[in-house]
């Protein structure tokens, strides 16, 4: 392992602990516009990283869009709308490849309908930062650590008529960044935690331009859940508890071409960083450190810089899928991050295509390479049907 690559390493498990979970005041750094950045920071944020190919292509978009195999992350009451009986996939992406060659990101999901009109689903998704090697204070080796985070859900969904299902999940998260004593004045270990997903699902057949259409809806509350430590005795940080909501229309040119528009808007509710003076006193903004259920309701009406700040934590993702013949499906999107809010923007194209029993998907990142660690991405889905009902669907 080169000397740059274990002291990027190094220095990323210091920023996931100190920065991805602390709560700090806003910096002295002022953007082009005069605003101040203050992305919001949070504990286990790999639970937000898109695990398939297909959204992934349409701009981290999938809220409302058509039921399929990974509706478990997105939206799962989208699962009662599955058609077939059962089905399984798996996804994998090397993650920030642009940093660091042995980051990767790994999905595997399956879900079996029941005869309620219901349907039970299960996923583990799998976050490998790679391996470390590990000196003491005289340079001397004591051997390799590899960090890692996953995640185990479980979820069930229920239509109510033909156009409305609503879902829940629950999940297990552990989160392992260090191997033990990691500075002579705090021990780190382990952080576990308990989430919850609530989400909704409406879906209507309509005519746009004298074609037929689907207009759908979706909204899901995600990772509502305890909050976590990493040190003994240490203070506790928020999960990426997030918001989506997003609509989708899908229009029937002809009986061989398809066109499918989709649009998510997501907003963490987390607390935001207050801004504070150099003796450390509040100024604007509220106290980050107080109670889950505080911190999401307090979410709206907390950012230092007022409604107009609230409004630049929204991001904006938005998609666009064609499918010729049922078979082959090309794809593109566009994913918006506020600059202040931490500045994750590009575009995403990617395609698929399936046979009879299986689907393949794939999709790649276009961003600066100089201002975005995600760009050159490149993820890909597998699918496979178990059941002769089963029917798999690109969008």
Known sequence: MSHFKRCFTCLFLCLGISLQVSAQGIGSTTLADGKKPNSIQTAMSFLLISPDAKAGAMGDAGVATTPDLYSMHWNPAKLSFLEGSSGGSLSYSPW??????????????????????????????????????LTDINQIDLGTYSPNEFAIDVAYSR??????????????IRSSLSN???????????????AADVSAYGTNPTTILGKE????WGINISNIGTKVSYAQGGSKYFLPTNLRVGIASSLEMNDFDKL????????????????????????????PNRSMVSGIFGSFSDAPGGFSEELREINYAMGAEYVFNDQFALRTGYFYENPAKGDRQFIT???????????????????NQQKSPMANTLRFSLSYKFSEKYKYNFN
């Open 159 to 172: 239509k109510f008529g033909e156009t409305f299902s609503l879902g829940t999940a629950v999940r297990y």
């Open 349 to 367: 194209v990617g395609g698929g295509f399936k046979t009879q029993k299986m689907g393949i998907d794939f999709a790649y990142i276009l961003a």
């Open 260 to 287: 499918t528009f989709t649009i998510d808007l997501n907003k963490l509710l987390v607390p935001t960083s207050p801004e504070i003076d150099a003796n450390g006193n509040i100024i604007a903004g509220k106290d």
């Open 180 to 194: 033990g004593q990691f500075s002579a004045s705090d021990v780190l270990r382990p952080a576990s935690a308990f």
């Open 96 to 133: 920030l490849k642009n940093l660091v060659p042995d980051i990767n990101f790994a999905y595997l999901t399956y879900y079996k309908k029941l005869a309620d009109q219901g349907a039970l689903a299960g996923s583990v998704r799998y976050f490998s930062l790679g391996d470390i090697q």
């Open 213 to 216: 259409a689907q207009l759908s």
